[in-house]
C-alpha cells in the first residue's frame, strides 16, 4: 500500500486560508469517507483535527475544515494563527487487508 | 484521561528482537481496537498493527508482516509488539494507539517508544 500523497510544504499568512490536499486511490480516499487530518508539533504527539473527512472531534477549532472529491482530500485552515504552524497528516481507510494509510506529511508555515 | 505508556524500547543490533509494552488506562481497554503507529526520525507516520477487542483478529503492514506480533492481554490492560528480525529500516519512535469512536480515527497517542536498529 503506497502513503497518500500531500504537498511537502504550504505557507500562509497571519489571517489567510490555506489548503492542504491528500491525494490517494479508489482503493482508500476514494472508497470510503473515512478520512482523517492529524496535526503534529515538533516533539509531540499527533492530535486528531478531523476525521470521517469533514467531522471536528470535540475541541478542535471549527477554522479547520475536511472536504473529499473523488480521490483527493483537502484540509482547510482559516484565519491562520502561529499556533497552525506544525506538519499535518492524512489518513485513510484501506481496507480490511492493509487498513489504514498515511500521507507523506505537510509542513505549514505560518510567515 | 486516556493514557497510553509505551515501554521496551531501546537499541538493538540488525537481526535482534525486542517487545515493546504499552500500559493504558483511563478507558475500558477491553472494549476497543488498539495500534501501533511508527515514526523514522524526521520523517512520517506509518501505520504498523492493530488488534481487535478479544486480540483474535491481528492485521499487518507488509514491511513488518511475519517478523512483528501484536497482542494484548486484557486483565493487564496492556498492548505488546513483539519485534524480530529487526532491520535497519525499523528504526522509529512506536507510537500505541487507541481507535476513536466510530472506529474510524486515531483519538489518543502515547508519546511512544524509540527503537533504534544499529550495528
Known amino acids: 500500500q503506497s502513503a497518500l500523497t500531500q504537498p511537502r510544504s504550504v505557507s500562509g499568512s497571519p489571517g489567510q486560508s490555506v489548503t492542504i490536499s491528500c491525494t490517494g486511490t479508489?482503493?482508500?480516499?476514494?472508497?470510503?469517507?473515512?478520512v482523517s487530518w492529524y496535526q503534529q508539533h515538533p516533539g509531540k504527539v499527533p492530535k486528531v483535527m478531523i476525521y470521517d473527512v469533514s467531522k471536528w472531534p470535540s475541541g478542535v477549532p471549527d477554522r479547520f475544515s475536511g472536504s473529499k472529491s473523488g480521490n483527493t482530500a483537502s484540509l482547510t485552515i482559516s484565519g491562520l494563527q502561529a499556533e497552525d504552524e506544525a506538519d499535518y497528516y492524512c489518513c485513510s481507510y484501506a481496507g480490511s487487508y492493509i487498513p489504514w494509510v498515511f500521507g507523506g506529511g505537510t509542513k505549514l508555515t505560518v510567515l | 484521561e486516556v493514557q497510553l505508556v509505551e515501554s521496551g524500547g531501546g537499541l538493538v543490533q540488525p537481526g535482534g528482537s525486542l517487545r515493546l509494552s504499552c500500559a493504558a488506562s483511563?478507558?475500558?481497554?477491553?472494549?476497543?481496537?488498539m495500534h501501533w503507529v511508527r515514526q523514522a526520525p524526521g520523517k512520517g507516520l506509518v501505520w504498523v498493527s492493530r488488534i481487535n477487542p478479544d486480540g483474535t483478529t491481528t492485521t499487518y503492514a507488509d514491511s513488518v508482516k511475519g517478523r512483528f506480533t501484536i497482542s494484548r492481554d486484557n486483565a493487564k490492560n496492556t498492548l505488546y509488539l513483539q519485534m524480530n528480525s529487526l532491520r535497519v529500516e525499523d528504526t522509529a519512535v512506536y507510537h500505541c494507539?487507541?481507535?476513536?469512536?466510530?472506529?474510524?480515527?486515531?483519538?489518543?497517542w502515547g508519546q511512544g517508544s524509540l527503537v533504534a536498529v544499529s550495528s
Open positions: 494507539v487507541k481507535i476513536g469512536t466510530p472506529d474510524t480515527w486515531f483519538e489518543s
Open positions: 483511563g478507558f475500558t481497554f477491553s472494549s476497543y481496537w
Open positions: 479508489s482503493s482508500d480516499v476514494g472508497g470510503y469517507n473515512r
